[in-house]
Every structure is written in C-alpha cells, then in structure tokens.
C-alpha cells in the first residue's frame, strides 16, 4: 500500500476529507504550490482537479519577528485558535468563524524528492472575495455579529496582527484566518485594524456577553494540553491577563474600540507599573487589575470627547452652509459661474472682512445692526473651514506628496509638519515619502504605517519605493 505524504498528527481528526484529496493530488505528481507574498513560508495544496483545499504552514519556515517567536510556536498557535474556537461537541463552525485547522507532518510535497518529515499547520483553504480598497468605507458588508465575534476572538487570544489581509469576506461571511501571532509571550502593541471600523464604537450585543461569561482560562489550557499544545509559562499569564481584559472590557459595558484601543498602546506600561508599585504576585494582579479598569475608563472618555467634537465641528459646517445659502438669492445661485476662489484667496478675503467688522464693532458698537453681527459670525465660521483646509495643504510639498497626505488623512489623524507628514501625532513620512522614510513612534506604529504607505504608492500607482 502507498504511504500517505500527509499524515494528521492531532488527537482526533479535524481535515480528514481535505487530506485525503491531498494525498491523491500528490500521489499524481500535483505538489504544493508556494505562495509569494507571505512572510512565512506558506503552501497550497491542491486537489487532483487543481483546486486549492488547503494551506500549509512548515515550522521550520516561520518568520522568527525580531525574536518575537522561536520555530514551531507560530503552527501551535495556529491550531490553538481553532481549538479554542471550537463548540464544545465539535460540531458545527466555531463561534468566531476560524476555518478548520490541524497539525500534520509532511514528505515531498514539494517535488524536490525531499524525504524528510515536515511538521507544520495545515488549514482549510477559503476563496476570499476582495472586500476592501484604502481609504474606502467597504467593511460595512460585514453583519455586526460576524465582526463583535472576531473581536473577542482577537482580545482573548491577544492577537497582535489583525490587518485586513487576514480577514476574509466569504459571501459576506468573515472569516478570520492568520492566527499565528496570537499568545504571545510579552505584552506587545497590538496591531488591530478593525478599531477603525464604523462597528467598533457600538455596543456588544447580549449574545456576545453571555458567550464571554462562560470562557475560563484553565479550561483553555487543559484543551490545548490534552491536543499536546504547552504554551509557555510566560505565555500563559499574558493570555490569563488577556481574558482578564476581555471580562473587564466586554462585562464592563465598553466597545470593541475602547478595549482594541488600549491593546493597540499595549498592555506593557500598566504591568510594569504595577510590578513596581508590588511584589506579590496576587498584589500585582489585583493592581493591575485597577490600572486596566482606568485605562478602558480614560480610553472611553477620550473617545467620547473626540466623538463630541466631531459633532460640534460638523454642527457649525451645516450651519455655515445653511447660513450661506440663505444669504444668495435665488439669481445669484442662478449667475454664480465664476472660478472658485482659491484658499488662501478666500482665506485672506474673509480675514479681511472680519477685521473689517470688527473696527466697524469698536467705532459703531452703540448702532451695529444684526446684519452686521450675523456677517461677523459667518465670515468667523468660514474662516476657520478655511484655516483647516490650509492646513490640509503641504507648502513646498510635491504633488506627490500631498496626494499620500489626502489618502492617509481619509483613515488616519494626519497634518504636515514642515515637508513631513505627521501620523498619529508620532511617525513621520519624510521626503521622498517611500518604506524607508519612516521615522518615529514605536516599531509597531512604523511597521503599521510602512504597511499602509506601501498600499497608498500601489493604489495612486506611484511605484512602491522599493530599491
């Protein structure tokens, strides 16, 4: 009988369908096809029809990420997520939707007439349908129970890379894939892109935190153990912290963006902290329990306070509009074909018409009439809409320049500082605005926003800057 290449090596069976048609597409000379854009090494395994089944992932090709991980950790996790996601029967999808995932061992997959056994993870391969394009809105074909589940997902395992490659759009089902950067060992930043989505400011549905009361940490572990997964001991207490983060965040009422938020800063500082404050390990835990509780506390009343002064600066826009255009006649509206007025003309025209008002206001106060008054507060209003569009221009930048400046300043805090682009008020874009002008913030911030400007250059076919 002719041996199988790929052999399960879990407990009990989880891709057994996927692997036989792998066998038979193998035992016909159809090898793994190697995938070009991931870091890690990444393969897909076809059928004998040629269709891709499923993805593996070898342990000894995974990315080691600046000593982040050691080799075979990030195929562990794989499995973990999917085990962890898993109903308690085994039966049926798992509740955040991690396709099926496994631990095999291989030989000659690839066709080099290799003979020695490869262990990695191998998961079922799911068709995405591109879902999203920078700067444009699109997450919304996503159902907000579909997206609240992938972000407990996420904070439970302490995911620190959920970018939107590893979201993918079945029909309008997500599904979330690339869990090898979950369990980590220290608190590192979080890389969660979905804080940004429209759905990460509303409130967890009750389904969501009656499933987050029934979690417990020991009996994650005893699962993982019985499926010969040992996380280290290092990464156990990060993952105990991890749900204690959930609990807090989702138990205490705050939304998706209030706790990714906090995971995006990292959990680091508040640890430390309070290792320095204690030296009992149930001292430390209790206190940084406490500096968790303030931390989601300020993150939420931050967020509220940015929300409030949206709505102001939007409230005072709408008024000047509505004020404009009560102030021109129905001809005028007619007759207006002239050019538009630059900025800084306009800028400079209303600057002068308030100053105007205002000497009119200091010599004729006694008799200004509400005309008067009614101009001075409109040409007030208009002059700050303008002084934020100057803002938005980059003096002496390229055109370039201020078309990467437009595509960031859709999604992400931006302003111009000079000839730089300033992100998130801490990573700079310096001229000539390629991956290896980018300075400042943490590594995780530069990676994120490298990441970001690689996509921008693609999509405004400006080239990627690569040497």
Request: proline residues 3%; glycine residues 6%; charged residues 30%.
């Amino acid at each position: 009988m002719e041996q199988d290449l790929v052999v399960e090596i879990l407990p009990f069976p989880v891709m057994r369908a996927q692997i036989v048609a792998v066998n038979m597409a193998l035992k016909k000379k159809i090898f793994a096809q190697k995938s070009s854009r991931a870091s890690n090494g990444v393969y897909f395994f076809m059928d004998d029809k040629m269709k891709k089944v499923a993805v593996f992932k070898p342990e000894e090709e995974e990315d080691e990420g600046d000593g982040r991980w050691r080799k075979g950790e990030k195929a562990n996790r794989e499995v973990a997520a999917y085990l962890l996601d898993l109903p308690k029967d085994r039966e049926g999808d798992g509740f955040g939707g991690v396709p099926p995932t496994t631990m095999v061992r291989c030989v000659d997959f690839k066709g080099d007439r290799e003979k020695r056994w490869i262990k990695g993870s191998l998961q079922q391969f799911i068709p995405n349908q591109k879902w999203y394009v920078h700067g444009e809105s699109s997450d919304d074909i996503f159902s907000l129970p579909d997206f609240q589940k992938m972000t407990l997902l996420d904070i439970r395992y302490g995911n620190t890379d959920r970018n939107q490659d590893n979201i993918l759009n079945k029909g309008g089902k997500l599904i979330p894939i690339d869990h090898g950067e979950c369990f980590p060992k220290e608190f590192y930043a979080s890389r969660l892109d979905w804080t940004i989505w429209k759905m990460a400011v509303i409130p967890y549905l009750p389904e969501m935190v009656e499933y987050v009361k029934t979690l417990d940490v020991d009996k994650d572990l005893e699962i993982l153990r019985t499926n010969g997964i040992e996380l280290a001991d290092r990464a156990k207490f990060v993952f105990r912290i991890q749900h204690m983060v959930l609990k807090l965040g989702v138990l205490g009422g705050y939304v998706p963006k209030d706790i990714g938020d906090l995971l995006i800063r990292g959990l680091g500082t508040l640890y430390y902290n309070c290792m320095a404050r204690c030296t009992d390990v149930t001292l430390i835990l209790n206190s940084l329990e406490d500096s968790i509780k303030d931390a989601l506390q300020f993150t939420r009343d931050s967020r509220t306070e940015t929300e409030s002064m949206a709505q102001r600066e939007s409230m005072a826009q709408r008024e000047s509009m509505t004020h404009r255009e009560s102030m021109l006649s129905r001809e005028e509206r007619k007759t207006e074909t002239k050019p538009r007025e630059s900025i800084f003309r306009r800028t400079l025209r209303l600057r002068s018409q308030v100053d105007g008002i205002k000497e009119v206001d200091k010599e004729k106060s006694s008799t200004r009439t509400v005309s008067s008054r009614s101009a001075y507060l409109h040409n007030i209003k208009e002059e700050a809409i303008a002084t934020r569009e100057i803002k938005s221009i980059g003096v002496g930048a390229t055109a370039e320049a201020q078309k990467i400046f437009d595509a960031f300043s859709k999604t992400l805090p931006v302003q111009w500082v000079n000839k730089d682009i300033l992100v998130s008020g801490e990573v700079r874009i310096c001229s000539p605005y390629h991956d290896d002008c980018v300075t400042g913030g943490t590594t995780t911030a530069r990676d994120q926003i490298k990441a970001v400007l690689k996509q921008v250059r693609q999509e405004l076919q400006l080239g990627t800057g690569d040497n």
